[in-house]
């Protein structure tokens, strides 16, 4: 196994209500570095329509950096990617995702993407359920109000 679950899990965000993936956290993942996973995307530009990539703007950068800087000092082994960058970084939705695997063919790639794929699986049926749960227990506590009102008025 190549990263766990739990590790591509802390790498998904939420940005303009969608989830999604740094373009130097899939760099790292996918074993590249980050200047080269941007170039192979603008070759292959066309698999990537903005709903799939999209470019942080300078304010969601700057919030995005403000939400991770306690996770950079905590962490102060790992390489701090994408906190004094050139560009404003990309990020990439889950079909985005799923496009790379057209472009980078690589065992490690294959591998990797197979498990950021079955991650956000999970994640959906994990969201899946907790929506269940909700709806359940919205259901018990109606019919307890609509049994106690019976009680009251009789």
């Known amino acids: 196994m190549l990263a766990s679950q739990n590790n591509i899990k802390s790498k998904i965000y939420t940005i303009r209500n969608q989830q999604v993936m740094l373009d130097s956290d899939l760099a790292?993942?996918?074993?590249v570095e980050t200047k080269v996973f941007n170039q192979a995307i603008k070759r292959n530009i066309a698999r990537f329509p903005d709903r799939f990539r999209f470019q942080l703007t300078n304010e969601e950068n700057e919030i995005f950096l403000r939400s991770q800087n306690d996770t950079f000092k905590v962490n102060l082994n790992e390489e701090k990617r994408g906190r004094h960058r050139k560009y404003l970084p990309y990020?990439?939705?889950?079909?985005?995702?799923?496009?790379?695997s057209a472009i980078l063919r690589s065992d490690v790639a294959i591998a990797i993407s197979i498990q950021i794929i079955d991650t956000f699986v999970e994640m959906k049926r994990y969201l899946s359920s907790i929506i269940d749960l909700i709806k359940s227990a919205k259901t018990s506590i109606n019919l307890c109000e609509k049994d106690i009102l019976e009680k009251v008025e009789a």
């Open 28 to 31: 790292a993942l996918y074993q």
């Open 91 to 100: 990020v990439f939705t889950e079909q985005g995702i799923s496009m790379l």
